[in-house]
């Protein structure tokens, strides 16, 4: 038997088909907050440490908020990282566990000049991430060659390997994806170098790129050439990093991290586009067992009809399976108006130990919902669980804490939307429940 059990044990169910759902009555519970948003190129955005979530988001006045959650008492405790810096989803906290018994949250203010660090100390007691640390990361002989100076997304991986280093990978330089380190559990850290660019250089191209670690020695980078809205034929690919190194996926190197930028081309091609296939965008990406990559994208053929498709490479070549059609983008357009995002999808999450686990939020009766979606034989072929029905409110971005291991039972987060208009215009929750095997 499978089920979905809310943390909180006041949460109220309602039994549909035989399955379980949420109920969308305003005196249910479940939620970890009901002032918090969150973008998806800020990850991790939820990790497990020692049978807590650690985790945060942007409220609507722009304060960013850190939070604990006890997966057994189902208690959450929050800290305000910083009072109201930037109403605007893309400023959500990544977090991080560091060497020391520490969690580091890591954040931007959209199109600023710095990466904001704090520290918890997880034996502290109460949550307390103190001040945060500023850190510039713009190294001027890189801005000579890639000019732009504009900070957005934090992404950290912690590599034992690596004698405990820190990487966080963001949107800086040259407003391309950069990496910066540091050896020092987050005290301290380099100035950063140029990923990702596109030659000749164009200071308006962005690759969007989604990260995963093992934890050991490898980072994942699954990415596009640039935002879907400005490149009509966006692809996916994909490189991964390792002891110094940039590699494809079949293990043919790139460069090494003292000759960066690579580019597009250099890497492995996962899915290329076109106008009749549809552009892509990145929503996860994960590994299975054998280390080999696995990643979500969306391919959309219009702005009407995203489709999600579950790619993993087998040692020689990608396959790839569409999942379902998720229907349009989710923000609520103004009357009248052109909608100004209108790739933002439901959005999608692997389970980081069991990618054969995927949850999305799919347009369901003109409504998002989620549900988990789970393949036994590579991808083929996939039983559906719905999480949420017959909702009144969309549910989007689901979100597995990394950390999660397989067989064990799942939580699951998400945002649920009174209103989102815009990135910097909603009123949204984050709630979340446990989903369980019997």
């Not at 989710?330 to 069991?354: I, W």
């Amino acid at each position: 038997m499978t089920y979905f059990q809310p943390i909180f044990s006041g949460l109220l169910l309602v039994w549909i088909n035989g399955l379980p759902a949420f109920s969308q009555a305003p005196h249910s519970s479940g939620y970890l907050t009901r002032d918090g948003a969150w973008c998806w190129f800020s990850d991790p955005r939820a990790i497990v440490v020692k049978g807590k979530v650690y985790t945060g988001w942007v409220k609507k006045d722009g304060t960013i908020e850190a939070a604990s959650v006890d997966l057994k008492s189902g208690s959450v405790e929050t800290d305000a990282l910083y009072p109201e810096l930037d109403k605007d989803d893309h400023a959500n906290p990544a977090f991080v566990a560091a060497p020391g018994g520490k969690v580091l949250a890591l954040y931007t203010k959209h199109g600023s000049e710095a990466v904001y660090v704090h520290a918890a100390d997880l034996g502290a007691g109460a949550l307390d991430y103190g001040e945060a640390l500023l850190v510039d990361p713009h190294d001027e002989g890189e801005l000579k060659k890639f000019p732009r100076k504009q900070i957005t997304y934090a992404n950290p991986f912690h590599l034992k390997k690596e004698n405990g280093r820190i990487y966080c990978f963001g949107r800086w330089t040259g407003f391309k994806p950069n990496v910066m380190w540091s050896d020092d559990g987050g005290a301290s850290w380099s100035k950063s170098r140029v990923l990702l660019t596109n030659y000749p250089f164009d200071a308006n191209n962005r690759p969007y790129v989604k990260y995963a670690s093992d934890g050991k020695s490898r980072i994942h980078i699954a990415f596009t050439d640039g935002h879907p809205r400005n490149e009509p034929t966006n692809s996916v690919y994909y490189a991964y990093y390792e002891n110094g190194a940039f590699y494809r996926a079949d293990g043919a190197r790139i460069t090494g991290m003292d000759q960066l930028p690579f580019t597009p081309k250099d890497a492995s091609l996962v899915y290329r586009a076109t106008e009749q296939e549809g552009r892509a965008w990145i929503a996860d990406v994960g590994q299975d067992k054998q280390g080999n990559p696995v990643i979500l994208y969306t391919k959309s053929p219009r702005e009407t009809d995203h489709r999600y498709v579950y790619a993993r490479f087998d040692g020689t070549k990608w396959l790839h399976t569409e999942l379902c059609r998720a229907g349009k983008w989710f923000p609520q357009t103004p009357e009248g108006q052109t909608e100004r995002e209108p790739h933002y999808f439901g959005g999608m999450s692997l389970h980081p130990g069991n990618p054969n686990v995927v949850y999305v939020s799919r347009e369901i009766d003109g409504v998002f919902e989620i549900e988990r979606m789970e393949t036994s034989d590579g991808g083929n072929t996939w039983k559906t669980e719905p999480i949420t029905q017959h909702s009144t409110r969309d549910n989007v971005r689901p979100y597995v804490p990394r950390g999660v291991k397989a067989r064990q039972p799942e939580p699951v987060f998400w945002m649920e939307n009174a209103k989102y208009v815009h990135y910097t215009d909603f009123d949204t929750a984050v709630r979340y429940g446990v989903w369980r095997r019997e």
